[in-house]
């Protein structure tokens, strides 16, 4: 099925400048990015988008490492793109990551650092990618609405 999925480079993605990489990976596999932005995350984004981890004892150091530089936010879209995104981009612990995704390629290997500074973000559900698209495109709220009608 054709889907749309909400994908993130994150702050160390950013500074080690993969954004033409993941862009090629993404779009060697058929998978189109149909909208882009630079932006800085807000403290209170953090905490809604990382709700489900903000009890953990790491949160403090995942809400230091998003709010350590600019973000790349991203809209893709393809067949199964919310599967696809999450196979390109490996599991969350780089050291896990195998060679050839782009955690396991770029994420942090060290013990310490290999669960939190992973380089990308991607949906892991459908319903979640329609949040986390409206959460930080909420300038294509109206075009959404269409958007998921005339899906490329
Ligand atoms: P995901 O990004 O692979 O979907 P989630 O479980 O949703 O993984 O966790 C969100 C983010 O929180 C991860 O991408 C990573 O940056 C950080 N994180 C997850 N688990 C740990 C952990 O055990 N230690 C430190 N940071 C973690
Ligand atoms: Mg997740």
Redesign the pocket.
Known sequence: MKERTYVMLKPDGVRKHLLLEVIKRFEQNNLMITNLKEMKLTEELIHEH?A??SDKP?FP??EEYMLSGPVIAMIIEGEDAVNRVRKLMGP?NCKEALPGTIRGDYGNKDDENC??Y?VI?GS?SVENAEIEVNRFFPELKEENKSLKKTIR
């Open positions: 990382y489900h981890v790491f150091k995942l969350t669960r939190t992973n973000h892991d």
